[in-house]
Nanobody, 123 residues
């Protein structure tokens, strides 16, 4: 599966952005989907994940209550709605697809990765 992330940009602190990740292929609903981010000089970190049928989700503590993950299997797309953005949210955001059934929060649990989209939050 090929993934294409979009929606990044420059936003002021307190603002909102919605990231999208479009997947190719006809098996999108067979994958758990996740979002990760990587800030300059830091390791890639988990942000959020959603199960195949949207019945379960997971969030990093740092984004709970501010970010919402969702997916539309008919459109082969996963979304990340980001509200009340903070400067520390600045990073390149990556979407990823996992073949494992259980939601994963580690990069090695994901099999396919998008190219990343840059989110910059100014103070």
């Amino acid at each position: 599966v090929q993934l294409q992330a979009s929606g990044g940009g420059l936003v002021q602190a307190g603002g909102s952005l919605t990231l999208s990740c479009a997947a190719s292929g006809r098996t999108f609903s067979s994958y758990g989907m996740g979002w990760f981010r990587q800030a300059p000089g830091k390791e890639r970190e988990f942000v959020s994940a959603i199960s195949r049928g949207s019945d379960s989700g997971d969030y990093a503590d740092s984004v709970k209550g501010r970010f919402t993950i969702s997916r539309d299997n008919a459109r082969n797309t996963v979304y990340l709605q980001m509200n009340n953005l903070k400067p520390e949210d600045t990073a390149v955001y990556y979407c990823a697809a996992s073949r494992q059934f259980i939601l994963g929060n580690q990069p090695h649990e994901y099999d396919y990765w998008g190219q990343g989209t840059l989110v910059t939050v100014s103070s």
